[in-house]
């Protein structure tokens, strides 16, 4: 069952990809890799003849493009290269996510569970989009597959290994710091012998990425992974902003196409004085920052209303989404099914007192209550469709068991 999945989805994502491919990068990932091609260096910014040193965005999916690049050896367009080989990702990623169902199902539900992954839409459109999607799948599945092994004690985990995975998830996406600080706090709280396993992880973790860290400090003075906290903030609590925030991108090399709105003007005065050196990104973060937590506590009680449509957009949908082909059928149904049967079956799955299924259900509301505080954009769910599918499997195996199987 599971390899006709297999390859059913394998060409069911040609076939999507053949539809709704694009031949070139696009917005910030075109920027990223043109400065890093002609440079060499990992640059957003170009001002005044400066390359400033970024940190906007995490590195690892840019390192991607490049060796895929490296790979086609200019004999033809290295994007469909890019595409192939995140189809490849997203079919292995079906079997991590079999064998992560296999911790709490039966062959069959595991199989089910399998095939929901495999041709959910978001999922399956993740590999034809110039993204971090479908391989941000990938390492979060193997990530949570040696969790699993460690809490269920299969058998002694490779640190190094288990270090790895963590630092790709980490060069993907900066929330995945929630992610390893709760499930390494999770190991020792499930299990205090394994303290020097936590320890060992966390030293590894931190030698690994290191390099990465010692550059960005080198930079601007400061130790961090991404370097955008402070626009996101802005970007989803200003007075403009709606649950998908406000989409404007204020680069600084546009900056007579900024949306002329009287609310910012303070804004663009503090952006406009900061000087052009590298730590400009940094300095400008902080802006956003400022002028973000100025706004919240200015009006605790509308950003608070915002936060709460934020959390309901991001478990179930935006009812209030401009984005084009959002409200599309095969997009729209498939997640509001999800949603409102993995609401049950994390009560369900709560109810089994399994100290996996606390470990994950602690993971996908923290990542949840942690996202929602910026904005919610419909590809933020593929950090949480893992736990989503999961947990509407347990609503599944309930109403099979309760209506359908013989005594």
């Given at each position: 069952?599971?390899?006709?999945?297999?390859?059913?989805s394998?060409?069911v994502k040609l076939l999507?990809l053949?539809?709704?491919?694009?031949?070139?990068?696009?917005?910030?990932?075109?920027v990223l890799?043109d400065n890093f091609e002609k440079f060499?260096?990992y640059?957003?910014?170009?001002?005044?003849?400066?390359?400033i040193?970024s940190?906007?965005?995490p590195?690892?999916y840019l390192f991607?493009?490049y060796a895929?690049k490296?790979?086609?050896?200019?004999l033809f367009?290295?994007?469909?290269?890019?595409?192939?080989?995140?189809?490849l990702l997203?079919?292995?990623?079906?079997v991590?996510f079999?064998?992560?169902?296999?911790?709490?199902?039966d062959k069959n539900?595991s199989?089910?569970?399998a095939?929901?992954?495999a041709?959910?839409?978001?999922?399956?459109?993740s590999?034809?989009?110039?993204?971090?999607?479908?391989?941000?799948?990938?390492?979060y599945l193997l990530?949570l597959?040696?969790?699993?092994?460690?809490i269920?004690?299969?058998?002694?985990?490779n640190?190094i290994?288990?270090?790895?995975?963590s630092v790709?998830c980490?060069l993907?996406?900066g929330e995945?710091l929630i992610?390893?600080?709760l499930?390494?706090f999770?190991i020792?709280?499930n299990?205090?012998?394994?303290?020097k396993?936590?320890?060992?992880v966390?030293?590894?973790t931190?030698v690994?990425?290191?390099?990465?860290?010692?550059?960005?400090y080198?930079n601007t003075?400061?130790?961090?992974?991404v370097?955008?906290?402070?626009?996101a903030?802005?970007?989803?609590n200003n007075?403009l902003?709606?649950?998908?925030?406000f989409?404007a991108p204020?680069?600084p090399?546009?900056?007579?196409d900024?949306?002329?709105?009287?609310?910012?003007?303070?804004?663009?005065?503090?952006?406009d004085s900061?000087?052009?050196n590298?730590?400009y990104?940094v300095?400008?973060?902080k802006?956003?920052?400022k002028?973000a937590?100025n706004?919240?506590f200015?009006?605790?009680k509308k950003?608070?209303?915002m936060?709460?449509?934020?959390i309901?957009?991001y478990f179930?949908i935006?009812?209030?989404s401009?984005?084009?082909?959002?409200?599309?059928f095969?997009h729209?149904i498939?997640v509001?099914?999800?949603?409102?049967?993995?609401i049950?079956?994390?009560f369900l799955a709560?109810?089994?007192?399994?100290?996996?299924?606390?470990?994950i259900?602690?993971?996908?509301?923290?990542l949840?209550f942690?996202?929602?505080?910026?904005?919610i954009?419909p590809r933020?769910?593929?950090?949480?469709?893992?736990?989503?599918?999961?947990?509407?499997?347990?609503s599944l195996?309930?109403?099979f068991?309760?209506?359908?199987?013989?005594n």
């Amino acid at each position: 069952m599971l390899r006709l999945i297999l390859g059913l989805s394998f060409a069911v994502k040609l076939l999507v990809l053949f539809f709704f491919h694009k031949e070139s990068l696009s917005n910030e990932w075109f920027v990223l890799f043109d400065n890093f091609e002609k440079f060499k260096i990992y640059s957003y910014y170009t001002l005044e003849g400066q390359n400033i040193p970024s940190s906007y965005m995490p590195p690892l999916y840019l390192f991607f493009l490049y060796a895929n690049k490296l790979l086609s050896f200019d004999l033809f367009n290295f994007v469909y290269l890019v595409y192939f080989v995140q189809i490849l990702l997203s079919t292995v990623s079906v079997v991590l996510f079999y064998r992560f169902c296999n911790y709490f199902f039966d062959k069959n539900f595991s199989n089910i569970g399998a095939l929901i992954f495999a041709f959910f839409p978001l999922v399956v459109l993740s590999t034809a989009l110039i993204s971090s999607g479908t391989i941000q799948l990938f390492f979060y599945l193997l990530f949570l597959n040696l969790l699993m092994e460690v809490i269920n004690n299969e058998k002694k985990i490779n640190i190094i290994l288990f270090s790895l995975v963590s630092v790709c998830c980490l060069l993907l996406r900066g929330e995945f710091l929630i992610i390893l600080f709760l499930s390494l706090f999770y190991i020792i709280l499930n299990d205090k012998k394994k303290i020097k396993f936590v320890v060992a992880v966390f030293f590894s973790t931190f030698v690994i990425i290191s390099p990465y860290l010692a550059r960005n400090y080198i930079n601007t003075n400061k130790i961090h992974i991404v370097n955008v906290t402070g626009y996101a903030l802005w970007k989803g609590n200003n007075h403009l902003a709606k649950v998908e925030g406000f989409h404007a991108p204020l680069h600084p090399m546009n900056r007579e196409d900024w949306p002329d709105f009287e609310e910012f003007s303070n804004l663009y005065q503090k952006l406009d004085s900061l000087k052009i050196n590298k730590k400009y990104e940094v300095e400008r973060d902080k802006i956003f920052l400022k002028e973000a937590l100025n706004n919240i506590f200015q009006d605790k009680k509308k950003y608070f209303s915002m936060y709460i449509r934020k959390i309901f957009s991001y478990f179930f949908i935006d009812t209030n989404s401009s984005l084009v082909n959002y409200y599309n059928f095969f997009h729209i149904i498939p997640v509001i099914i999800i949603a409102a049967l993995a609401i049950p079956g994390a009560f369900l799955a709560s109810l089994k007192k399994d100290k996996k299924l606390f470990c994950i259900l602690l993971i996908m509301f923290s990542l949840i209550f942690l996202i929602s505080i910026f904005f919610i954009l419909p590809r933020y769910k593929i950090s949480i469709i893992i736990f989503q599918i999961l947990f509407s499997l347990f609503s599944l195996n309930y109403i099979f068991v309760k209506f359908f199987k013989k005594n």
